[in-house]
């Protein structure tokens, strides 16, 4: 089967400039529920035929780095590539970052790495340009950029500067194209960071979100008016594509797999424009067809090289809506030719279908768009097809995996059997058993990739089956048992939590999220409920309500869904020194913390964990006890509304307490936000008066502070937006070893 032989690509590129708009987080209902979205001037261009509409589907996890080096270059992002993940440069290594370029010279500059879209420019001495996230800088080297403007993009409290930047650097590219066109850029990246921020800071807050679409409405429609403006005066037609790098979930949060964070909006134009219909209006908007990030790049790349040469081993096909609407149907055609020829070099080892074989034989015979890119489609289902067992990137790693895992259940039994003379009756026997099954269970749960994102099922389910076993072998003891079972039962509504739950009804998003009135009534009873606590133990001192009532006053005023600012949370840790004086208090002391530190819709939760942890101490000291509170304490992750341990969004809420990026500050903030639950179990389940015999008791509360500690502070390291850092072994191995 080949394609026939006259592929004729354009002497020129067929667009000379190409502009890359990303609106961060930009989800695909902001913009195509156009009864619901404000941005009515895209709305317009999409129904004058002045922008083709398509729904950019991210892959898993859909963070923001995976995102843009997938959208510039087709590379895909794999779960399993820890060194990619945490200590990648991008496209290029260390060395390659540092390294001069040659454009100042005769030479013929080199951009060594992966190829891509920008390295095509850089390397053909097309000017390129760059204003927002920091991140491009680590993805390509500063110097592949005439010009380059960047924020730390870590602040996420920052929702308007940052976009303000951008905006200047969209008016000084505007002022260079026309006063020293000679220096204009041909690859110009715009990336707004404001929306993404709202999300994680605020929680998608309804008023924020619709002020920022309306004005990324407006620089839509204000880069438009200028391409067409710039293409005239500078004789070159320029392709932009604007969209979302990811979506976002009801929470603001990203990362997973849901629809809501995979798919997001995007637009294509161009001029001068093929069709236009001056008569249509918004609610004649087709319904956009889904492409994923590699189809954006391969279309951008081959639309802007001169030898319309597609992408090296990238699985991505031309959109047709691009090709119909701003290319020439018989160019078009040729194009799409170029692009089958790739596909069936990238299948060469494959044995097409005979159905597949004949129906590509007759579209080569006579070509059309919608015919050719069917069967482009249909090649490059064939290719997931056959790479959908592992990505080629993840096979080495796998197997490193599993070696962990398989040495890490080893280690368990191993331990279980030199502490078999330990074992004293068939209790003890059973739930030691009970417990090497559980650690073996939870390593067969972890070679799954599902296990990443549905962890929360696992921990919770396992608890209610531990509480069940327990109070049937310890009938003396059945009404804690069952309030244990009830208080488990409500905490695991308080938030919902996994893939196929996120959009679930929970006791947050139906009754505390989008109400502040009862969110600031629970902040209270939260509060009262500690100094109660503290009452019937006899420890209050009246120097302490003036302080900590304040503390709490700022927080039932902060009325947005979002962790309080810096101010707030300085104050609330002082009124928590002065309410506790001795170890009798820690557990309450670090309650009050963790209810002024975390989100307003999770303090009386906060305060239903500690009730849990307390009944506890009331139970008999028993292995399946023991266990019990391990699963309670890792249940409480989720409880909270937290995916995994340790995850990006939890990283970016670090951010929030402090005015910029602090490794000190952050990660002990952090402390108290992440592992408020699992370390309010082990507190509060602790002996009020330490004694020689519990000590052990506190040395494995100390150790899971400072591996906590040291794991939040490994994450906050890297700075970057890590939501999949705990996608990878070390999360895993963590878990191991703790267990």
């Known amino acids: 089967l080949r394609a026939p032989r006259a592929l004729s690509p354009p002497s020129s590129p067929l667009f000379h400039r190409i502009i890359i ?322 596909f069936l070099v990238l299948l060469s080892d494959v044995n097409l279908p005979d159905l597949l074989v004949h129906e590509i034989s007759a579209a080569l015979r006579a070509p059309t768009i919608d015919g050719l890119s069917r069967n482009c489609q249909q090649l490059k289902d064939l290719w997931d097809q056959k790479h959908s067992s592992a990505g080629k990137g993840e096979a080495s790693t796998n197997y490193i995996m599993i070696a962990s895992i398989a040495a890490m259940a080893l280690i368990a039994l191993g331990v279980t059997y030199l502490c078999r003379g330990l074992l004293k009756d068939a209790t003890r026997s059973f739930h030691t058993l009970l417990m090497v099954v559980g650690v073996l269970s939870l390593a067969l749960c972890s070679m799954a990739t599902s296990f990443i994102l549905e962890e929360h099922v696992f921990w919770q389910t396992s608890l209610a089956a531990l509480i069940i076993t327990a109070f049937l072998q310890d009938l003396d003891n059945l009404r804690i048992y069952g309030q244990l079972l009830a208080l488990q039962r409500v905490l695991r509504s308080w938030n919902a939590v996994g893939t196929l739950w996120i959009n679930s009804p929970s006791i947050s998003s139906q009754y505390l999220r989008g109400n502040p009135s009862v969110c600031d009534a629970l902040v209270w009873l939260s509060v009262g409920g500690v100094l109660w606590l503290k009452w019937s133990r006899g420890v209050v001192r009246w120097t302490s309500f003036a302080p900590f009532s304040i503390a709490a006053a700022l927080l039932a005023l902060h009325k947005t869904d979002s962790p309080i600012s810096g101010p707030y949370w300085a104050q609330g840790i002082l009124s928590g020194f002065v309410l506790s004086w001795d170890l009798r208090d820690v557990d309450l002391t670090f309650l009050a913390l963790a209810i002024l530190l975390n989100k307003p819709h999770n303090a009386m939760a906060l305060l239903l964990i500690h009730a849990a942890g307390s009944m506890l101490t009331r139970l008999p000291a028993r292995p399946g006890n023991s266990l019990i509170r391990y699963f309670m304490a890792r249940s409480s992750f989720h409880y909270l509304g937290l995916w995994n341990s340790v995850s990006a969004v939890d990283l970016t809420a670090g951010a929030v307490f402090t005015s910029q990026f602090d490794m000190l500050v952050g990660p002990i903030v952090l402390l108290f936000y992440v592992f408020s639950g699992p370390l309010l179990i082990r507190l509060s389940s602790l002996p009020k008066q330490p004694a020689k015999s519990h000590d052990s008791a506190w040395l494995v509360l100390w150790l899971r502070v400072l591996m906590s500690l040291g794991s939040i502070y490994f994450a906050f390291s890297h700075q970057y937006h890590l939501f999949n850092f705990d996608t990878f072994s070390p999360k895993i191995l963590f878990e191991f070893v703790w267990a």
Not at 118 to 141: Q, V
Not at 194 to 206: Q, R, S, T, Y
Not at 217 to 226: C, K
Not at 325 to 342: E, P, Y
């Open 21 to 342: 708009t990303i609106l961060d987080a930009w989800r695909q209902d902001f913009l195509f529920h156009t009864d619901s979205s404000p941005m009515h001037q895209i709305h317009q261009l999409i129904a004058h035929g002045r922008a083709v509409p398509i729904m950019a589907v991210a892959r898993v996890p859909t963070v923001t780095k995976a995102s843009i080096r997938c959208i510039v270059s087709g590379a895909r992002p794999v779960f399993f590539d820890l060194v990619e993940n945490l200590d990648d440069k991008g496209l290029l290594t260390t060395e390659q970052h540092n390294r001069p370029s040659n454009h100042a010279t005769g030479n013929a500059p080199v951009l060594p790495g992966r190829d891509s879209l920008l390295k095509r420019f850089f390397e053909a001495k097309r000017p390129m340009a760059m204003y927002g996230d920091d991140t491009w800088l680590r993805l390509f080297p500063e110097k592949a950029f005439t010009r380059h403007h960047s924020e730390f993009s870590f602040n996420i409290l920052e929702h308007v500067r940052l976009d303000q930047m951008v905006r200047s650097g969209i008016a000084k590219e505007m002022d260079i194209a026309r006063n020293s066109p000679q220096h204009a850029a041909m690859a110009i990246i715009f990336h707004f960071l404001g929306l993404d921020h709202i999300g994680h800071a605020f929680n998608n807050h309804p008023s924020l979100r619709r002020e920022k679409l309306i004005e990324y409405d407006q620089d839509v429609a204000n880069l438009v008016e200028w391409i067409a403006e710039s293409d005239q005066q500078l004789n070159i037609r320029t392709l932009m594509v604007v969209l979302g790098d990811h979506g976002m979930t009801r929470d603001g949060n990203h990362g997973g797999g849901t629809f809501e964070e995979t798919h997001a909006a995007a637009i294509f134009t161009a001029t001068p424009l093929m069709k236009v219909d001056k008569d249509a209006t918004a609610s004649s908007i087709p319904s956009p067809r889904q492409y994923h990030h590699e189809d954006i790049a391969m279309t951008l790349t081959m639309l802007s090289d001169p030898d319309a040469k597609p992408l090296a081993d990238i699985p991505g096909v031309l959109i047709p809506e691009v090709l119909r609407q701003f290319v020439a149907t018989d160019t078009a055609i040729q194009l799409l030719l170029i692009n089958l020829r790739h």
